[in-house]
């Protein structure tokens, strides 16, 4: 039995639940209902996470302000999986809830929907015989009569009815004004790229796609908790069966909720889906507008759709009894969030299936090694493709020594003698290839000659990425344009200087490159060619990459440049050349995952080519093409990396052999950060199951004008590393907002 209180999520960083009572004068509200109530001076808005009883408070109580929901705003189902976010990865209720609403959705103003404006015939203006009107006046009733359920005023006005028109004949009584809702659709301008090819329906299945669905159906309509983990090489038709299971499965009366890893993904994959499903597929990812991604929210929450498709932060989605959740591109790094709540899409998209009761497939050519290990123990059920559709064979890979290159071209070369031939052929040939480099600018640093300083930003311990700006914008020449240092952490950019600010002398060289060098090197070798880059700096622009996209399948771009945004599961029909440029510039960092990522991507890139009717070619350059990552990558052989990874895993204690959780702290002053870090690690030594290593530097010491230190806790239960954390975390409540914790972090920077 309650006694009329309530636990209250803010938006507010790292504060826990709240209690309030309820009014005598308002209605008991349920969970998932928003209240607007008092936090000090302000008034904020939260969600109720539940009933409180009396004996759980002994201190004054505040009163909630305003019950804004008569039922539950968010369902139970997506409140109970908010809160175990909350606990699993120590993040405040309020900024977990805050990530499962639509746009504003705290916001004290309910009603955000758009209308528009509806205009119909009354009985008076159904009369033939009216008195004297004007021309215009005499057009619209006209029009009218012909849609009995109106016309919205925009239509009108289309054909020639202004709004003054309306209004007169309002005033007479001859017409009525409604306001309707409307939905505003992304799928006009997200999903146009790929929506003929998509239109072609389902084909055959293969002998080992039937198989994957024999052992997946049944597991589906059993509605009972279980994960699958489908490795499928690229091109093996892992998509045709997630639609043959989503039809299955809402043929049952359940939903289905698809991730992928990035919203370059979406179009492609919300297009296949909604020509198979029609208009009961919904899209949730931030490249919709606001207004958009908040019309998407209130379908699914009515129950208007029962497929629902998006990045990481759709694993919140309003969907009433999911049946089916699947994580396309499973290994990716893009579904762990580097901000609170720092979660991962996938684990979060596991926990929601043990919630709902449901099937979980996740998907992969490239599995991490978490999951592959979860498979072999038996944790997970594995299904395996091994074929591409049709035969069609993988990519011939040919790795390309650079260090050769090097030697007879010089230090500045980009492109490989290999690499400039082999795209010559397919321009020659009518075909389109892809080049990678997993890096964006012109040149990776400015360098003096003289005294060795670089171009560093003064509030990032990096240096500067040297772009040139008119090829940002126009991308059409060499000539020109202004050279500008920028970092890609804070933002920061500068014009290059004539002369060193250290020396000032004026032999400055800039050193290294990434994809805006890589375009211009392409353009010079192939005027002729068609050329697109895609990257951060091309792609800013709401619709741009759709743009792209699109002149890729209409086969208007001959050579497609890009970073890891292009290596992830397009399915690009006329692509047989992959050409990859520096493909160990992964290896160099400070991070046990270095090796992975660089397989993975490889990986993945290489099976854009040939997914057509013609065999593909991939080209790796790579300055140590002996290492294992390379190598394997290049006879696309999984089973062999993850038994040479796992086996440094374990010896070096790294996981899935152990868990590990990442505590960063920040400091106006290295001195300050360190104190507070030392703090902390001391407060947690001595606890079982974990140890606690650090603190020490991080890697990027500095960070947007703070000083960073870094500590880590490794050990083999994760309960206890967030207990004896939680209650480190609780001595230094002032300092909160400059500790962020990082459960199962995906990187060590």
């Given at each position: 039995?309650?006694d009329?209180?309530?636990?209250v999520?803010?938006p507010?960083?790292?504060?826990?639940?709240?209690?309030?009572?309820?009014?005598p004068?308002?209605a008991m509200?349920v969970?998932?209902?928003?209240?607007?109530v008092?936090?000090?001076?302000?008034?904020?808005?939260?969600?109720?996470?539940?009933?409180?009883?009396?004996?759980d408070t002994?201190?004054?109580?505040k009163d909630?302000?305003?019950?804004?929901?008569?039922?539950?705003?968010?369902?139970?189902?997506?409140?109970?999986?908010?809160q175990?976010?909350?606990?699993?990865?120590?993040?405040?209720?309020?900024?977990t809830?805050?990530?499962a609403?639509?746009?504003?959705?705290?916001?004290?103003q309910?009603?955000?929907?758009k209308?528009v404006?509806v205009?119909?015939?009354?009985?008076?203006g159904m009369?033939?015989?009216?008195?004297?009107?004007?021309?215009k006046?005499?057009?619209?009733?006209?029009l009218?009569?012909?849609?009995?359920?109106g016309?919205?005023?925009?239509?009108?006005?289309?054909?020639?009815?202004?709004?003054?028109?309306?209004k007169?004949?309002?005033?007479?009584?001859?017409v009525?004004i409604?306001?309707d809702?409307?939905?505003?659709?992304?799928f006009e301008h997200?999903?146009?790229?790929?929506?003929?090819?998509?239109?072609?329906?389902?084909?055959?299945?293969?002998?080992?796609?039937?198989?994957?669905?024999?052992?997946?159906?049944?597991l589906?309509?059993?509605?009972?908790f279980?994960?699958?983990l489908?490795?499928?090489?690229t091109?093996?038709?892992?998509?045709?069966?997630?639609?043959?299971?989503?039809?299955?499965?809402?043929?049952?009366?359940?939903?289905?909720?698809?991730?992928v890893?990035?919203?370059?993904?979406?179009p492609?994959?919300?297009?296949?889906?909604?020509?198979?499903f029609?208009?009961a597929?919904?899209?949730q990812?931030?490249?919709?507008?606001d207004?958009?991604?908040?019309?998407?929210?209130h379908?699914?929450?009515?129950?208007?759709?029962?497929v629902?498709i998006g990045?990481?932060?759709?694993v919140?989605?309003?969907?009433?009894?999911?049946?089916?959740i699947?994580v396309?591109?499973?290994?990716?790094?893009?579904?762990?969030?580097?901000?609170?709540?720092?979660?991962h899409?996938?684990?979060?998209?596991i926990?929601?299936?043990q919630?709902?009761g449901?099937?979980?497939?996740?998907g992969?050519?490239?599995?991490t090694?978490?999951?592959?290990?979860n498979?072999?123990?038996?944790?997970?059920?594995?299904?395996?493709?091994?074929?591409?559709?049709l035969?069609?064979?993988?990519?011939q890979?040919?790795?390309v020594?650079?260090?050769?290159e090097?030697?007879a071209?010089?230090?500045?070369?980009?492109?490989?003698?290999a690499?400039?031939?082999?795209?010559?052929?397919?321009?020659?040939?009518?075909?389109?290839?892809?080049?990678?480099?997993?890096?964006?600018?012109?040149?990776?640093?400015v360098?003096?000659?003289?005294?060795?300083?670089s171009?560093?930003?003064?509030?990032?311990?990096?240096?500067?990425?040297?772009?040139?700006?008119?090829?940002?914008r126009r991308s059409?020449?060499?000539?020109?344009?202004?050279?500008r240092?920028?970092?890609?952490?804070?933002?920061f950019?500068?014009?290059?200087?004539?002369?060193?600010?250290?020396?000032?002398?004026p032999?400055l060289?800039?050193?290294g490159?990434?994809?805006?060098r890589?375009?211009?090197e392409?353009?010079?070798?192939?005027?002729?060619?068609?050329v697109?880059?895609?990257?951060?700096?091309?792609v800013?622009r709401?619709?741009s990459?759709?743009?792209?996209l699109?002149?890729?399948?209409?086969?208007?771009?001959?050579?497609?440049?890009?970073?890891?945004?292009?290596?992830?599961?397009?399915?690009?029909?006329?692509?047989?050349?992959?050409?990859?440029?520096?493909a160990?510039?992964?290896?160099?960092?400070a991070?046990?995952?270095?090796?992975?990522r660089?397989?993975?991507?490889?990986?993945?890139?290489?099976?854009?080519?040939?997914?057509?009717?013609?065999?593909?070619q991939?080209?790796?350059?790579?300055?140590?093409?002996?290492?294992?990552?390379?190598?394997?990558?290049?006879?696309?052989?999984?089973?062999?990396?993850?038994a040479?990874?796992?086996?440094?895993?374990?010896a070096?204690?790294?996981?899935p052999?152990?868990a590990?959780?990442?505590?960063v702290?920040?400091?106006?002053?290295f001195?300050?950060?360190m104190?507070?870090?030392?703090?902390l690690?001391a407060?947690?030594?001595?606890?079982?199951?974990?140890?606690?290593?650090?603190?020490?530097?991080?890697p990027l010491?500095r960070?947007?004008g703070?000083?960073?230190?870094q500590l880590?806790?490794?050990?083999?239960s994760?309960?206890?590393?967030?207990?004896?954390?939680q209650?480190?975390?609780?001595?230094?409540?002032?300092?909160?907002?400059?500790?962020?914790?990082?459960?199962?972090?995906?990187?060590?920077?």
């Amino acid at each position: 039995m309650t006694d009329r209180l309530v636990s209250v999520a803010v938006p507010v960083p790292a504060l826990g639940l709240l209690t309030y009572r309820v009014p005598p004068d308002h209605a008991m509200p349920v969970p998932g209902a928003r209240v607007v109530v008092p936090l000090g001076p302000r008034k904020l808005t939260g969600v109720i996470v539940g009933h409180v009883s009396a004996a759980d408070t002994s201190f004054r109580l505040k009163d909630i302000i305003q019950v804004l929901d008569a039922g539950a705003f968010v369902p139970a189902d997506v409140v109970k999986l908010t809160q175990w976010v909350s606990d699993y990865y120590l993040a405040g209720p309020g900024a977990t809830l805050a990530a499962a609403l639509p746009p504003h959705g705290l916001a004290n103003q309910v009603d955000r929907f758009k209308t528009v404006r509806v205009v119909t015939l009354t009985e008076a203006g159904m009369v033939r015989t009216l008195p004297a009107l004007g021309a215009k006046q005499r057009q619209a009733l006209q029009l009218l009569q012909q849609a009995p359920d109106g016309l919205t005023a925009p239509a009108l006005a289309e054909r020639g009815t202004a709004a003054a028109t309306i209004k007169s004949l309002a005033g007479l009584g001859y017409v009525s004004i409604r306001n309707d809702r409307v939905d505003r659709d992304p799928f006009e301008h997200a999903v146009t790229a790929h929506t003929a090819a998509a239109g072609a329906g389902s084909r055959a299945l293969t002998s080992e796609q039937e198989a994957a669905m024999a052992h997946l159906a049944p597991l589906a309509a059993a509605r009972a908790f279980h994960v699958a983990l489908v490795h499928g090489v690229t091109g093996s038709g892992k998509t045709e069966v997630y639609l043959r299971l989503a039809d299955a499965v809402r043929q049952s009366g359940r939903g289905v909720l698809m991730l992928v890893p990035e919203i370059a993904l979406t179009p492609q994959v919300a297009a296949l889906f909604r020509a198979r499903f029609g208009a009961a597929v919904a899209i949730q990812h931030s490249g919709l507008s606001d207004g958009e991604r908040h019309d998407q929210w209130h379908r699914i929450r009515r129950g208007d759709v029962d497929v629902v498709i998006g990045t990481r932060s759709a694993v919140f989605a309003p969907l009433a009894n999911p049946g089916l959740i699947i994580v396309d591109e499973e290994h990716d790094t893009s579904y762990k969030q580097d901000e609170t709540p720092r979660y991962h899409g996938r684990d979060v998209a596991i926990m929601r299936g043990q919630f709902a009761g449901s099937l979980v497939v996740i998907g992969t050519a490239t599995p991490t090694l978490e999951s592959y290990a979860n498979a072999l123990a038996g944790r997970y059920s594995l299904v395996t493709l091994n074929r591409r559709v049709l035969d069609r064979p993988m990519a011939q890979v040919q790795v390309v020594n650079m260090r050769e290159e090097i030697a007879a071209a010089g230090a500045e070369v980009v492109l490989s003698r290999a690499l400039r031939a082999a795209m010559q052929a397919r321009l020659d040939e009518g075909q389109q290839s892809l080049i990678l480099l997993n890096r964006r600018g012109f040149a990776t640093s400015v360098l003096c000659r003289q005294c060795g300083a670089s171009l560093e930003c003064p509030n990032c311990s990096v240096t500067l990425t040297v772009h040139r700006e008119r090829l940002a914008r126009r991308s059409d020449s060499r000539e020109g344009g202004e050279w500008r240092g920028r970092c890609h952490y804070c933002n920061f950019s500068k014009p290059v200087p004539k002369a060193c600010e250290k020396c000032a002398a004026p032999y400055l060289e800039r050193i290294g490159f990434g994809t805006e060098r890589v375009e211009a090197e392409v353009r010079e070798a192939f005027p002729h060619a068609r050329v697109a880059r895609v990257d951060r700096d091309t792609v800013r622009r709401k619709g741009s990459l759709v743009e792209i996209l699109e002149q890729v399948a209409r086969r208007e771009v001959d050579v497609l440049i890009g970073t890891q945004m292009i290596a992830k599961g397009h399915d690009f029909p006329e692509c047989t050349l992959v050409g990859v440029i520096s493909a160990d510039v992964g290896l160099g960092l400070a991070d046990f995952r270095s090796a992975e990522r660089t397989f993975q991507l490889l990986t993945q890139v290489a099976g854009r080519a040939g997914r057509g009717e013609r065999p593909g070619q991939a080209i790796i350059q790579s300055l140590v093409p002996e290492h294992y990552s390379v190598r394997l990558a290049c006879d696309q052989d999984y089973r062999a990396f993850y038994a040479k990874e796992v086996e440094f895993r374990r010896a070096m204690r790294y996981p899935p052999q152990v868990a590990m959780v990442n505590v960063v702290v920040r400091g106006r002053t290295f001195e300050e950060a360190m104190n507070t870090a030392r703090g902390l690690a001391a407060a947690m030594r001595g606890g079982t199951g974990f140890v606690v290593l650090g603190p020490a530097p991080a890697p990027l010491t500095r960070l947007r004008g703070e000083h960073r230190v870094q500590l880590f806790l490794k050990g083999t239960s994760r309960k206890a590393m967030r207990e004896s954390l939680q209650l480190a975390l609780s001595r230094f409540t002032k300092m909160s907002k400059a500790i962020a914790v990082d459960v199962d972090p995906l990187t060590m920077l």
